[in-house]
């Protein structure tokens, strides 16, 4: 009996150990990789928001109206206007980008914020911030720091504003949402109800939003995690939480962020199971003693065998091999033991690989974003780079069917009547069919032209199922279906249309990143038509100027001999009257270079494409002949006299109609200082007898007027 008695003692405190120990390592094993999930989350996270900034920075309207208010004035109408442009286009960002918490803009110099989705910062210098003096030069971001403003951690992203000439005039920054933080870090999955992960700066406060600010902890959160991990240090232990809970722990420093990330858990909650089997087990040797003390000597070898097989499973499950069920050698209490402690393992067990599957899942989805994301950014990338409308809407869709592997993608624009949306442009077999019978259809009609009537996407996950969708013949094979509209400065001027051979390919957050991706390519090609209309406009004003500098230089011509000077002395310049050489003639006629014995160079002088004269350099015999060095120096010098004859001759006729104004008016004037008829003509005879320097002037009424 007394043996009994022991036997039914140690096996539950030498179980409820090897259990507490396998679990206690399960557990770790499970902070550990939430630790490392959370850490890459936040990495990911945090890219993601740089990489949103290099495309907000490279954004046309961004930039064209940030230029004008960084070099403006504030009196300037050009700057009230940028202003209110750009604050809508930055809140328009804010509104679709929720990771984003504020937007602004600061003046290179002085670190002045011009603009600020938050209104009330603007007129702020932040010269010694460290975002901005490092973002005055290249992409920085700036770690967890208190906000000088709310007091609250916060993360800022900073990155130079380039103008189109490579000057840095100012610095966009982003204050990111630290709610969105939270969402990533303070998530429980897989650490039961107690578990939690949370982030501590380097001045031991905690990072989280909503763990900031505890007044319980004046002088910072301190705990054995937490300041191992600040120091420097990764590892695991039990210990009390910053609450006083006894807690399992795993802490680590994120070198790169400079935080401390810890993950914890109640020990409470962890051994839970441990302690349940220990009952259990318990329980049934109290069972076994009474059943032993009525015929212990008959039954001693029978309960021997299977407690020593539950006790060498239990060993092995404590060593990790969660695989291991204990053998059920009986149908009395033993053999009721060994299935209760196989189904504790089993649970166990399920749990674990429920944890995996649910990270391996969201892994999965975290991946395909991340894959969406880099594909949007690398399509609105390459069609801001084309601005010729056609060969950006053929390659845009291209790119889209090839970096998202989908069945079929097409971009439809409104018809000048606005009633149809006709394919422009469509991937595949299909889409030369479409194109080749011009395909079009009603707006509103389909989900294509259901997109464009509303503004909004729409997806169908089983394109049977949709009621709005056009049932295309030439597309068999499409499952699912998106329609993005094409919108750019408030209007809608087509959409995009995306296929999958998938059901269900298309969820809202792939729709999302499709539609941004589709609101930089309308803005794309908007920005192409203007550019086209831009250089058509240019070049008729450069061809108008150039006609009428030709004339001009006509005029002169023909008004005034102007001599041809020559220079063969330091110094000296003065007049030729000989005829022009046959070299010198033949380049003015054909304004091309000729050269002559190797030392003679003849380079015809132009302006606005219009050969004015030209300009013969002759070398000394000792100098070698000319080098193409030579030739483009003279060239460029030759572009300049140009330049400054043609500003010479706008002078010239400015000072003529000038002097011709006033003239007119000294004479108009002297002509009206009286009212008597006979003083007028005498006046004005002698006046045009004496400006225009004539020998006779007549001034005669009719006698029937």
């Given amino acids: 009996m007394l043996l009994a008695l022991i036997t039914a003692s140690v096996g539950p405190v030498l179980t409820f150990t090897l259990s507490r120990n396998a679990l206690e390592s399960s557990v770790i094993d499970r902070l550990n990789t939430a630790t490392t999930l959370k850490e890459a989350g936040l990495n990911r996270w945090i890219a993601d928001r740089e990489e949103d900034i290099i495309l907000l920075s490279q954004d046309t309207v961004l930039l064209t109206q940030a230029e004008i208010l960084l070099t403006s004035e504030a009196i300037d109408p050009l700057f009230s206007a940028s202003y209110q442009d750009l604050s809508a286009h930055l809140e328009n960002i804010l509104e679709y980008n929720s990771s984003f918490a504020e937007i602004f803009i600061l003046a290179d110099v002085g670190g002045e914020i011009i603009l600020s989705t938050n209104h009330e910062r603007e007129g702020e210098y932040r010269v010694t911030d460290t975002y901005f003096t490092e973002g005055r030069h290249a992409l920085y971001t700036q770690n967890v720091y208190p906000s000088l403003t709310t007091g609250k951690p916060i993360i800022t992203i900073a990155i130079p504003i380039i103008n ?49 600010g505890h007044n319980e902890f004046p002088r910072g959160v301190h705990t054995m995690g937490i300041d191992a991990a600040l120091a420097g240090k990764d590892g695991s232990d039990l210990y009390l939480n910053y609450e006083g809970t006894p807690v399992i722990g795993v802490y680590q420093w994120v070198e790169e962020r400079n935080l401390a990330l810890l993950a914890e858990i109640s020990q409470e909650e962890a051994f839970t199971p441990a302690r349940r089997l220990t009952w259990i087990i318990l329980l049934v040797g109290l069972g076994s003693v009474l059943i032993a003390g009525i015929g212990i000597y008959f039954v001693a070898q029978q309960i021997t065998g299977p407690i020593l097989a539950i006790t060498a499973t239990a060993t092995e499950i404590a060593a990790g091999d969660l695989n291991k069920t204990a053998p059920v050698l009986t149908k009395d209490e033993i053999g009721t033991l060994a299935q209760a402690f196989n189904s504790v393992t089993a649970r166990t067990r399920d749990l674990i690989n429920t944890l995996e599957e649910r990270v391996a899942e969201r892994t999965r989805d975290l991946e395909l974003r991340s894959a969406y994301l880099e594909g949007a950014a690398e ?40 009633e149809w949306i006709v394919l422009q442009a469509g991937t595949g077999e299909a ?30 996950l089983d394109v049977g199922e949709d009621a709005v969708r056009f049932d295309n013949p030439d597309l068999p094979e499409t499952r699912s279906e998106g329609a993005l509209p094409l919108r750019s400065r408030g209007r809608v001027f087509g959409a ?6 998938q059901p269900a390919a298309f969820n809202q957050d792939i729709i999302t990143t499709l539609q941004t991706m589709a609101d930089q390519i309308a803005v794309a090609f908007d920005n192409a038509e203007l550019f086209a209309k831009s250089e058509a406009s240019l070049e008729a004003e450069r061809r108008a100027y150039g006609e009428l500098s030709q004339d001009a230089w006509k005029a002169l011509s023909r008004s005034q001999s102007i001599p041809r000077y020559l220079s063969d002395a330091p110094g000296i310049a003065h007049p030729i009257k000989e005829q022009q050489q046959a070299q010198t003639l033949q380049a003015l006629q054909n304004g091309q270079i000729i050269q002559e014995d190797g030392l003679t160079a003849i380079i015809p002088l132009k302006s606005h494409g219009q050969v004015l004269g030209g300009v013969r350099l002759r070398k000394p015999e000792d100098s070698g002949a000319w080098t193409q060095t030579q030739i483009e120096l003279v060239e460029t010098l030759s572009e300049q006299l140009g330049v400054a004859l043609e500003s010479a001759r706008l002078y010239q006729d400015t000072q003529r109609r000038a002097a011709r104004e006033r003239l007119t008016g000294e004479v ?38």
């Fill in 668 to 705: 108009t004037a002297r002509m009206r200082e009286t009212l008597d008829i006979e003083t007028v003509l005498k006046t004005a005879t002698r006046e045009f007898l004496s400006v225009l320097n004539l020998a006779e002037v007549e001034v005669r009424l009719s006698d029937n007027p």
């Fill in 431 to 460: 889409g030369r069919k479409m194109l080749a019978r011009n395909h079009r259809l009603k707006i509103g009609e389909g989900m294509t032209g259901w997109s464009i009537a509303h503004a909004e996407a729409r997806i169908a």
């Fill in 164 to 212: 189109p000439i490579g000057q840095h005039i100012g610095v966009l920054a982003v204050h990111l949402n630290m709610e969105k933080l939270d969402t990533i870090i303070l998530e429980r999955a897989g650490l039961g109800t107690s578990g939690e992960t949370y982030l501590v700066d380097q001045f031991n406060s905690f990072v989280s939003e909503a763990k900031f």
């Fill in 496 to 501: 995009l249309t995306v296929q999958s051979s």
């Fill in 379 to 418: 399509v609105s990338r390459a069609a801001a780079s084309i601005l010729e409308s056609d060969a950006l809407i053929r390659q845009v869709v291209e790119l889209i069917k090839e970096r998202f592997v989908l069945y079929y993608v097409g971009l439809f624009l409104i018809d000048e009547m606005h």
